[in-house]
């Protein structure tokens, strides 16, 4: 039996909000083609702890690193804890972000500011931290996960949309600042895994919508996320949406 290539042996990767949904299904993903794991969380202690055992059960060392990303202190904190535990520091996902529904007759300045605290500063502050380490051989990668609201807003969800549209802009400048050793791109989900609190009716009229006739699965967006690290050497700047065709539909 041939083995399954494993490209990015040796790489660590440090994903945000890592330890349930899209998060688990990225650092599994990148465990199966190699890559050590930094586990970040903020809430979900239990989740992280089995993921990490799952990890090193692929034969993959892990890291848990628990903090609020709203936290300005826990952003170099983050980074030298995966360097300290895991001698290195290749990939940055992030993947971790704030939603629900707000829209402007409700506008709260304290909330848009959380916001924009955790969807769009923590990943330029993470990818500040981390740039020195990424930047060592020369394929350093940031891949930071929008949303198809960063390109369609959605009025009830207005400060997540615009938090998210930063972060794809956000994507394009930092793609030129850190070229050539870094590349920088983002994801834009669209149904990768519902919210739990959605009932049958709303997840029917969100699909109708889809031309994919489907809605996602985290699977779709991490093998995106593992072609990206392990082949996609000449894309940077990019926001490529994963949405079964909904943003242009």
């Not at 009025?155 to 050539?180: F, G, N, Q, R």
């Amino acid at each position: 039996m041939t083995a399954t290539p494993r490209p990015l042996t040796g790489r660590v990767a440090l994903i945000t909000g890592a330890a349930r949904r899209l998060g688990r299904a990225i650092a599994l993903e990148l465990a199966d083609a190699g890559c050590d794991i930094a586990i970040h969380f903020n809430k979900s202690a239990k989740q992280a702890n089995e993921l990490a055992n799952l990890i090193q059960d692929k034969g993959h060392q892990s890291t848990l690193t628990q903090a609020d990303l709203a936290d300005p202190e826990s952003w170099p904190a983050i980074i030298r804890k995966t360097v300290g535990d895991l001698g290195r520091l290749d990939i940055l996902i992030n993947n971790a972000s704030i939603f629900a529904p707000e829209q402007l007759s409700e506008f709260n300045p304290d909330s848009w500011d959380r916001y924009f605290r955790i969807n769009t500063t923590a990943p330029a502050a993470l990818a500040h931290h981390a740039a020195p380490h990424l930047a060592v051989t020369g394929q350093g990668k940031i891949i930071n996960l929008a949303d198809i609201a960063a390109i369609k807003p959605w009025p009830s969800h207005l400060p997540y949309s615009i938090s998210k549209a930063a972060l794809a802009h956000l994507t394009k400048a930092l793609a030129i600042e850190l070229a050539p050793e870094i590349q920088v791109n983002a994801i834009a989900p669209g149904v990768a895994a519902f919210p739990d609190d959605y009932d049958d009716a709303t997840k029917f009229s969100i699909i109708k919508k889809i031309p994919l006739n489907r809605a996602g699965t985290p699977n779709d967006v991490s093998s995106i996320i593992r072609f990206l690290c392990a082949e996609g050497h000449y894309i940077t700047g990019q926001l490529i949406p994963v949405d079964g065709g909904r943003s242009v539909s």
